[in-house]
């Protein structure tokens, strides 16, 4: 279905740059751009600019500590941390400046980092327990330190305390969404399952999905541990929590599209485990609703397979595959005639959910204005399914971003999507497409004649016409 939606943007004159904002005059132009190069998330050019940086005489003593801390991290997390080592420690044996003191305690976290690494426990804990107790020390770098207590306990098979540690190490961070908080709740949830308290080590690991952007690694480990662990008929209570978990965590996954499948996908899947095929059925219809050009087909193809499964027949997946490609117009393109494809989903609907709805509207509430917040907010509402409050949002959003490809695109995507999704007829979106590329007048260019197109939006929000 999607295959028809055209790609008509053409390239437009120019490049569009954005930049997270111009540096301080007062900071070191080679400092700075290695900063920027670092928040792109471009490592390999990062480091070349950092130690060019360090090159650089003119840097104060502060700034060179800075630049020192910033390439030990990314070093730190390369394949190779020999030079992350030799920075800490050049770092370290150096005078501290005034007003580093944030850059010495994270410095003094890699060091015991790496004593976890090389298996020198007793050191680590010894060493990471001096940073946390130090009433100077910032919270994040505190929060760290506990961290690899916990770690170092855990691999010395002492799980019990180092879910207390952890848990302590949590307890004192004030913000628990921070992305350090992810490690620390991957082994929490790892520490409780060595003491037997799968319901605790799941409840972790949600909070791990819950933290991390993307939430790659902690939806993999969720499917690969826990899983076959709330198949089991003895743990329903604990997959029934587990779902409820994850719906009421998806709301806070959209502002990175991918991070949202996935978990939307984790869902389906825990649904599968526990053989509660109508609500999983009723998630993956979402998860299609809602893929991006590069997985629905995958999204597609999971469902057929769902509905097989459920059903012991092929009659409703091969329907439902007819319907994707053709919707309701069938093969001829046509409504009305012999062909035409009842949608045979229309049935799955989410029945009343007032826990979710609060989710979805507190995410909705808290979503900045501009552009940029209508195409979040329309994410919100295809998650949700309100499907004409997302094209709401989507023909704001159009209406209110640059001219420039990247938006411009990814809003008419997502509007043809929605458009076909309210029509089941892929012909609405295509007519969409063409009006965008060549307005009323139609491709001829001359109003009054065959070719006049209308805004099919207008068929679902009558005000789009002022």
């Known amino acids: 279905m999607t295959r028809r939606c055209l790609r008509w943007i053409a390239v437009f004159a120019g490049v569009v740059m954005f930049v997270h904002g111009a540096p301080s005059q007062e900071v070191n132009p080679k400092l700075a751009k290695a900063r920027q190069l670092a928040m792109k998330s ?7 600019a950092f130690e060019e940086a360090l090159k650089d005489p003119g840097l104060t003593a502060a700034e060179r500590l800075s630049c020192m801390r910033h390439a030990a991290y990314l070093y730190k997390n390369s394949k190779d941390d020999s030079r992350a080592r030799q920075l800490v420690e050049l770092a370290l044996a150096s005078e501290a400046p005034s007003g580093a003191a944030d850059d010495v305690q994270r410095l003094r976290v890699f060091r015991v980092e790496f004593l976890l690494r090389d298996g020198k426990y007793d050191e680590a804990i010894a060493a990471a327990r001096q940073i946390a107790d130090d009433e100077n020390c910032g919270m994040r770098s505190r929060h760290e330190a506990q961290r690899v207590v916990g ?16 848990e302590r190490a949590l307890t004192d961070l004030a913000d628990k969404q921070l992305t350090t908080s992810v490690m620390t709740y991957t082994t929490l949830s790892d ?15 949600l909070n791990a999905i819950r933290c991390e952007p993307a939430a ?16 089991d008929k003895a743990n329903a209570e604990l997959a029934d929590a587990a779902v409820s978990r994850i719906r009421q965590i998806i709301p806070g996954k959209l502002r990175v599209p991918a991070a ?3 978990v939307q996908s984790m869902l389906v899947e825990l649904l599968v485990a526990c ?8 998630e993956g219809k979402l998860l299609v609703d809602v893929s991006s050009a590069d997985t629905m087909s995958d999204a597609v193809t999971d469902l057929a397979s769902l509905l097989k499964k459920a059903d012991g027949t092929m009659a409703r997946a091969n329907m439902f595959l007819d319907y994707v490609r053709s919707g309701k117009p069938g093969p001829d393109g046509k409504l009305g005639t012999g062909d035409d494809i009842p949608d045979p989903l229309a049935e799955v609907r989410r029945p009343p959910d007032a826990e979710r709805d609060a989710a979805f509207q507190e995410a909705v509430d808290a979503v900045k204005p501009g552009w940029k917040g209508r195409l979040a907010k329309a994410s919100l509402y295809r998650y949700w399914g309100k499907r004409q409050e997302a094209l709401a949002e989507l023909h704001r959003a159009l209406a209110e971003c640059p001219m420039a490809e990247e938006p411009i695109q990814t809003i008419v995507d997502a509007t043809i ?3 076909i999704q309210l029509s089941g007829d892929p012909g ?3 007519r969409f497409a063409d009006f965008q590329k060549f307005g009323p007048a139609g491709e001829d260019k001359k109003r009054g004649t065959d070719d006049d197109l209308t805004n099919p939006i207008l068929n679902y929000l009558p005000e789009a016409a002022g």
Request: hydrophobic share 45%; charged share 25%; glycine share 6%.
């Open 42 to 48: 471009n490592p390999q050019a990062a480091l070349a």
């Open 151 to 166: 770690m170092c306990l855990l691999r010395q098979d002492k799980p019990t305390e180092s879910a207390a540690a952890l």
């Open 191 to 205: 520490a409780y399952l060595e003491m037997g308290q799968v319901a605790k080590a799941v409840e972790a690991m």
């Open 216 to 231: 790659l690694n902690p939806t993999k480990k969720f499917r690969r541990v826990f899983l076959p662990q709330l198949r």
């Open 260 to 262: 949202g499948e996935r």
């Open 275 to 282: 053989g509660r095929y109508d609500e999983a059925i009723l």
């Open 417 to 419: 999507r929605v458009l």
């Open 428 to 430: 609405v979106g295509a």
